[in-house]
């Protein structure tokens, strides 16, 4: 059974960055279709970044060009680096895993993919102004 554990969510000020790390067990990160969520106070899920087996990578509007998402096949971790923090990214924070069909999710199906299998727990991002 796979297992995923998001860490390095906290408070910032506007301006500032953070680098969360989502650790998985179970599951190979290499392969896979992977990405990162948020979801803010009485809004809806958003996909922030997601990550193929191929390496490609995509990212939604309002973070482009501020964040950054990235693996490390030998610690089997995903990270997101957030620059330039903004109150409006201020949200709960999440790794997810697609472990169906690598060949398929791949570029804009994995981006555009929501249901995956595997998630994690959540990280709390506040940006403050």
């Known amino acids: 059974q796979a297992r995923l554990v998001e860490s390095g969510g906290g408070s910032v000020q506007s301006g500032g960055s953070l680098i969360l790390s989502c650790e998985a067990s179970?599951?190979?990160?290499?392969?896979?279709?992977v990405g990162w969520f948020r979801q803010g106070p009485g809004k809806q899920r958003q996909g922030v970044a997601s990550?193929?087996?191929?390496?490609?990578?995509l990212y939604g509007d309002p973070v482009k060009g501020r964040f950054t998402i990235s693996q490390d096949n030998a610690k089997n971790t995903l990270y997101l680096q957030m620059n330039s923090l903004k109150p409006e990214d201020t949200a709960m924070y999440y790794c997810?895993?697609?472990?169906?069909?690598?060949?398929?999710?791949?570029?804009?199906?994995?981006?555009?993919?929501?249901?995956?299998?595997?998630w994690g727990q959540g990280t709390q991002v506040t940006v403050s102004s």
């Open positions: 990550i193929d087996g191929n390496g490609r990578r």
């Open positions: 997810a895993a697609e472990p169906r069909d690598p060949l398929y999710y791949t570029g804009p199906n994995c981006w555009r993919l929501r249901e995956y299998g595997y």
């Open positions: 179970g599951f190979d990160y290499s392969r896979y279709c």
